[in-house]
């Protein structure tokens, strides 16, 4: 039998595991969103806070992600920062199975320079430059107000972040995605920042 340790015991219940957060915390999100008009989710996520910009240099290639659904957009923080001048990356994988890379987005309006990448989200082209970004905005599912972070299971952005220590990370998230506590690993990265549509978690 299954011994949930000391803090489950006292609880008299098994601590739940990261998966068993992800599946809770998906569900509480799906509910969030699909509760929200779809002509305010439009307004949502539009600018960047003005704080936050001050973690932005003048010359700063930013990574961005195409957003999933229910995941925050990240959509109209490309377009606002691509017309402030700065350069700008998005995720890519080469197949499901492969490690994730950063590729120069030279279209945030049109996506006219991306396709459809193995998980089903809009990538840049197998032809557009590899680019390591500066400030990274990132997806997740869960987040505390010190940063920590869980996301999808791959470990992607973790790896990723791991590699390119020192790397401005922020995570864009709705409200309903802060929990008190996340179970830590040694390979989990703290984010720099979280973004709400309230409010400003950080810099941390």
């Not at 000391?6 to 999100?29: M, S």
């Not at 539009?46 to 990240?74: K, M, N, S, W």
């Not at 107000?145 to 390119?164: K, P, S």
């Not at 220590?165 to 989990?188: F, N």
Request: aromatic letters at 8%.
């Amino acid at each position: 039998m299954h011994d949930p340790g000391p803090a489950g015991r006292r609880q008299g219940r098994r601590v739940p595991d990261k998966n068993q957060i992800r599946t809770r915390l998906r569900g509480e999100r799906r509910a969030h969103v699909q509760a929200i008009p779809a002509a305010m989710r439009a307004l949502i996520f539009h600018r960047p806070p003005a704080p936050l910009l001050d973690l932005v240099p003048d010359d700063a290639t930013i990574g961005l992600y195409a957003a999933g659904p229910f995941e925050a957009p990240a959509a109209s923080y490309a377009k606002f920062f691509f017309e402030a001048g700065h350069a700008l990356a998005l995720p890519r994988f080469a197949t499901r199975n492969a490690g994730m890379e950063f590729a120069h987005h030279e279209d945030p309006f049109e996506e006219s320079d991306c396709e459809v990448g193995p998980f089903g989200l809009m990538q840049p082209l197998s032809g557009a430059e590899t680019v390591t970004p500066d400030l990274l905005f990132v997806p997740l599912i869960g987040f505390t107000d010190t940063g920590a972070r869980i996301g999808q299971g791959g470990g992607h952005y973790d790896r990723w972040l791991a590699e390119h220590p020192g790397t401005v990370a922020i995570g864009l998230a709705w409200d309903v995605q802060k929990v008190d506590a996340l179970p830590l690993e040694p390979h989990d990265v703290p984010l720099t920042a979280v973004v709400t549509p309230t409010r400003l978690y950080g810099p941390f």
